[in-house]
């Protein structure tokens, strides 16, 4: 390695070239290098000639501090393999379902014993009421939890029993009810 002046990238430039390359905000680009100076991209600490470093606040507002006479400056070479210039822009995330959701044990259950019980759909001639005492009949048979707020937890888990009943068919059996009853 050289140490020629133009094969190192300021810090501040590396963030921007991360948030062009990677079509991010500046706090993801800044995360990403932080994660990048541990251990994939070479980095060093130098006397920085400008005291005084502008920025911006995620608002919008500009700000002035003193960076005491020392930056970081990453070497380049690393920084372009990390982040190639023409990189295309990430693909774009699916809607709600890609979001991370906690499990829910319980709202499983009764999504298994809804689909044990019924594989094609539910009735539509079956009153909500009955429907729920069938799963908590169902629930406790296979030994599984029965949720305190039985509505709720149905009313959940036939959002996504209709999801997979629709899977199954280009459309949903004609003798499947409003599962909102």
């Known amino acids: 390695m050289t ?16 948030e062009a390359t990677q079509h991010c905000h500046r706090e993801r680009a800044v995360r990403l290098v932080r994660e990048a100076i541990d251990g994939r991209v070479t980095s060093r600490t130098v006397s920085d000639s400008s005291y005084y470093t502008e920025s911006q606040l995620p608002g919008g507002e500009e700000i002035i501090f003193s960076s005491y006479g020392v930056g970081i ?6 920084v372009l393999r990390e982040w190639p210039e023409h990189s295309d822009p ?45 799963i908590i009949v169902r629930l406790k048979e296979k ?21 997979i009943w629709t899977s199954r068919s280009d459309h949903l059996p004609a003798d499947i009810g409003d599962p909102i009853d």
């Open 73 to 78: 400056e990453m070497w380049r070479e690393h």
């Open 3 to 18: 140490d020629d002046e133009t094969d190192w990238m300021p810090y501040p430039a590396v963030i921007a070239h991360v």
């Open 90 to 134: 990430p693909a774009a995330q699916p809607a709600s379902d890609a979001r991370r959701t906690r499990p829910r044990p319980i709202e499983e259950g009764v999504v298994q014993a809804i689909l044990d019980l019924w594989p094609n759909g539910i009735p539509g001639n079956l009153k909500a009421k009955e429907r729920n005492r069938r």
């Open 143 to 163: 030994g599984a939890s029965v949720p305190t707020a039985v509505e709720k937890a149905v009313q959940r888990a036939l959002r996504k029993c209709r999801l």
